[in-house]
């Protein structure tokens, strides 16, 4: 055997809190024997393998180092591979592509946060699917977080542990949900200046405005989902002060360049005033923006931060959700009584045309 394991052995037995004593009592050999493993100065027997592996809390896999790491980047091409199989060929295909990929990378939290966000895109591209399907996919998505959660992998712990909350008031776990969120830290430490100092003191100002470009944009949409919350009438039943946040929603989405699609907000609202003129105009605007392009973030505030292929035209809103759309537009109560006026008969024509 070639392959250099010591160094592999001491770091997950320094993880595990375990003395090289501590472990070679559990393997039942010496103390000089683990230290010689760890300096590569002998190895294992092959039959120790497994309980050394399970002493250690990892895979033979992993610690024979045949695990290749993913980076965030490489986790997140190959889910995004598997969500375009999916779109193409059907969920059926891309079920065993996730299975496939998560044993192939046991290990990588990268991966698992990924997977489970695929899991829960296909409830938004497959409404079709029959409740089981759906729960099923809800479950996958569940155990994955969890996972990465217990990983506590420091790049993705917190969002998963919020996830996990967010699922927990879902399923009507109010303390559950509330023991979770206890976890999180109440402010996080935002080191985008200080990076921008030292990319511009290298002399890298491109590196400098990518980390302030990219950071800026994921307060943008931070800011955009607080705004989202404050518009639910539980939160704000005033009607007047819900239309003013919605304004304020609007002017952020235009400012920055973030969707386009603010006129559903103002529709919702509108309905819920009994101001049916005013959610008719809003309806029509907001098929209309649905099926129109993509609004884009602006260059000038998040180029080259975020890759921005302006020359590649997309449709505002995905097939998938449009299709939604038509689905609420004509099932649910609260708009057929926008049916009467022949703009709204019109625009949701024109939706169902355009799918």
Known sequence: MDIKIGGKIAALRRQKGLTQDQLADQLGVSAPAVSKWETDNSYPDITLLCPLARALGTSVDTLLQ?????????????????????????????????????????????LKY???????????????????????????????????????DANYWQTATMQLAGIALGEEELAQAELLLEELP??????????????????????????????MY?????????????????????????????????????????????????LEIYLRAGRLEEAADCLVRYAEAATGPA????????????NINDGQKRPAMSKELRHMLVQGLEAQEEYKQLMKYPKCVEAVKKLKADL
Request: with cysteine.
């Open 66 to 110: 045949f695990e290749e790491n993913l980076t965030e980047q490489e986790a997140a091409e190959k889910m995004n591979a598997v969500l375009q199989a999916a779109m193409r060929d059907g969920y059926e295909s891309a079920e065993p592509m996730i299975a496939m990929l998560l044993h192939e990378y046991p290990n990588s939290a990268a």
């Open 114 to 152: 990924h997977a489970a966000v695929v899991w829960n895109v296909f409830h938004v591209y497959f409404p079709a699917a029959d409740d089981d399907t759906k729960k099923r996919w809800a479950d996958c998505a569940k155990d994955l977080l969890a996972k990465v959660r217990a990983s506590k």
């Open 186 to 215: 109440d402010h996080s430490v935002d080191a985008t200046m200080v990076w921008s100092d030292l990319y511009l003191k290298k002399n890298e100002p491109q590196e400098a405005l990518k980390t302030v470009q990219k950071r």
């Open 218 to 266: 994921v307060l943008v949409r931070q800011l955009l989902t607080c705004l989202a919350v404050l518009m639910n009438p539980k939160a704000v039943p005033d009607i007047e002060q819900e239309l003013e946040i919605c304004e304020a929603y609007k002017a952020v989405d235009e400012l920055f360049g973030c969707s386009g699609l603010y006129h559903g907000q103002f």
């Open 295 to 306: 609004v884009l973030p602006k260059k000038a505030l998040f180029s080259p931060g975020l």
